[in-house]
T-cell receptor
Framework: DAKTTQPPSMDCAEGRAANLPCNHS???????VYWYRQIHSQGPQYIIHGLKNNETNEMASLIITEDRKSSTLILPHATLRDTAVYYC???????????FGTGTRLTVIP | DVKVTQSSRYLVKRTGEKVFLECVQDMDHENMFWYRQDPGLGLRLIYF???????EKGDIPEGYSVSREKKERFSLILESASTNQTSMYLC???????????????FGPGTRLLVL
């Protein structure tokens, strides 16, 4: 699986959009971009994933650049409950392991 | 919604004890996984199973074994617990890529194991 690079930490004001970047410059054609988050002492929670098109669900939007070398997770209206570590993962179809890096610790500030 | 449950949230055991961690999923997923998570080391795959009675070693299988007798249940066994197995244990499940379904892995809440 390709390596990803994320900023170690970010702050966001409550009610504002949180934009979390991820670089994955060595991603290959059959690798998906996945985002998970982990709230302290809980299991990782799946957020969203995509291959090359932008995706949106009830939790977030995922914007993938045209060259697929980077992506941004957008939480449109951050709440205090969105405070967590966010992991960007690239995952090849059929591969078993998910490689979680160190992620971005997002703190939503009242 | 996918539901992955783990038998305990917190567990305290003594060195040398046999420990069973149970995981159950309700989505008819073929694949099930056991990871451990340690500070600074991220998640590491211990074992996974792609079908009943089938298992494959992950990156750190030493000191662990697994059992999958039913599709929905995957057990992790520490034959003789040691202090270096103190960790957060996470179970996950997914459809198999051969099924043509979405392969997203869904995680349980985790079991925090302390071995004294």
């Amino acid at each position: 699986d390709a390596k990803t690079t994320q900023p170690p930490s970010m702050d966001c004001a409550e009610g504002r959009a949180a934009n979390l970047p991820c670089n994955h410059s060595t991603i290959s054609g059959n690798e998906y971009v996945y985002w998970y988050r982990q709230i302290h002492s809980q299991g990782p929670q799946y957020i969203i994933h995509g291959l090359k098109n932008n995706e949106t669900n009830e939790m977030a939007s995922l914007i993938i650049t045209e060259d697929r070398k980077s992506s941004t997770l957008i939480l449109p209206h951050a709440t205090l409950r969105d405070t967590a570590v966010y992991y960007c993962i690239v995952h090849q179809t059929g591969a078993n392991n998910l490689f979680f890096g160190t992620g971005t610790r997002l703190t939503v500030i009242p | 919604d996918v539901k992955v449950t783990q038998s305990s949230r917190y567990l305290v055991k003594r060195t040398g004890e046999k420990v069973f961690l149970e995981c159950v999923q309700d989505m008819d997923h073929e694949n099930m996984f056991w990871y451990r998570q340690d500070p600074g080391l991220g998640l590491r795959l211990i074992y996974f199973s792609y079908d009943v009675k089938m298992k494959e070693k992950g990156d750190i299988p030493e000191g662990y074994s697994v059992s999958r007798e039913k599709k929905e249940r995957f057990s992790l066994i520490l034959e003789s617990a040691s202090t270096n197995q103190t960790s957060m244990y996470l179970c996950a499940s997914s459809f198999s890529w051969t099924s043509g379904m979405d392969e997203t892995q869904y995680f349980g809440p985790g079991t925090r194991l302390l071995v004294l």
